[in-house]
């Protein structure tokens, strides 16, 4: 939800290149306009979001191709291997990217709608971070290329100002307009998960039972779709997107941490259930990949300021007390 948030104020600050508007009005159009598209169906979502990516791609070979063309003899040549505050500064920016990697297990979320899951996804995940990561390096590299550090983190378009130094203003509008329908794909993804995640807990009763419905018409969970939106909405009215990114990187380290927990001790607790997939590197029963997880990922947490550990703390504290208050009631004899 609260990434949904994060990527639609991204959106606003790009979509603000074209139209005096603010982001978060923006962003409010954005998360209403895709619920809509959420709520009428996965085939449609689907097919938007594969033409979201097609631009996007097409974007990004754009970064590529500049940086590979560009002449910047006339300025001072660029240090790769530079690293702005130290360590410490790769540090903070080694816990931050972890946001862009937030979204490949979404896949998962919507197994339901795939034809043969457990062969289908398991390959869909693996090359689609592959892919995906070799893209990211590719445009990291190409936009230092183009631009200096400062002015790429004080930029609010990034991605259009590298575009700019290539082709000139009007290479910054072209990329502005591929920013948003990168933008828009992902904050479509995460609502269609979202929705989904919300649907398979009420099943599963861990929400209550009305997040289940499913429309007649559309055959989508539609109150879900409505619960997301609206608290998608709420955490958008922050504004500030470093502040709200950050919440949400924290929030998944930790669930994340939890994750790689959950390995070692099922491994344990519950022996004999049935595992399509085994982690590799193992010292008898005990897994060393799941220990090396969660021991990066608690690093990964504490590196954050206070604030942000305190809130990040506090919606998963909320979201603890609901489901062991909820579940307290709904357990409790008539």
């Not at 954005?30 to 979502?45: A, E, H, P, T």
């Not at 609502?191 to 429309?215: E, F, T």
């Not at 990187?249 to 994340?256: D, R, W, Y």
């Amino acid at each position: 939800m609260i990434v949904g948030a994060t990527v639609a104020l991204g959106f606003g600050g790009y979509f603000a290149q074209f139209l005096d508007v603010p982001i978060i009005i923006s962003a409010v159009l954005l998360l209403g306009g895709l619920s809509f598209v959420n709520f009428i169906g996965i085939k449609q979502s689907a097919w938007m979001n594969t033409i979201f990516a097609l631009v996007t791609i097409a974007g990004l070979g754009i970064i590529i191709f500049l940086a590979a063309t560009f002449d910047n003899t006339v300025s001072e040549p660029v240090d790769y291997l530079d690293a702005p505050n130290g360590i410490t500064g790769i540090i903070l920016a080694f816990v931050l990217i972890f946001f862009a990697f937030i979204g490949f297990e979404d896949m998962a979320n919507v197994a339901e709608e795939v034809k043969k899951p457990k062969k289908t996804l398991p390959r869909a995940i693996i090359l689609s971070i592959l892919i995906t990561t070799i893209i990211y390096i590719l445009v990291s590299l190409s936009s230092v290329r183009l631009l200096n550090w400062e002015e790429l983190s004080q930029s609010a378009a990034p991605l259009a100002d590298v575009a700019a130094r290539g082709l000139g203003l009007e290479g910054g509008i072209v990329l502005s307009a591929i920013a948003l329908f990168a933008t828009a794909s992902t904050v479509l993804i995460t609502l269609v998960a979202g929705a989904r995640i919300l649907y398979g807990m009420a099943k599963n009763g861990s929400m209550p039972n009305i997040l289940g419905k499913v429309h007649s018409r559309t055959g989508t969970p539609w109150i879900a779709v409505i619960g997301i939106f609206g608290t998608s909405v709420t955490f958008a009215f922050v504004g500030d997107i470093v502040i709200v990114a950050n919440i949400v990187v924290f929030a998944v380290v930790i669930t994340f941490a939890m994750v790689n927990l959950a390995v070692i001790l099922l491994r344990y607790v519950q022996p004999d259930v049935e595992r399509p997939f085994r982690v590799p590197l193992n010292v008898g029963k005990f897994p060393i990949l799941p220990l090396l997880g969660f021991s990066v990922t608690i690093y990964m947490a504490i590196q954050f300021e206070l604030e942000i550990i305190l809130v990040g703390l506090g919606i998963i504290g909320v979201g603890c007390i609901f489901y062991l208050l909820y579940n307290k009631r709904k357990n409790k004899p008539q």
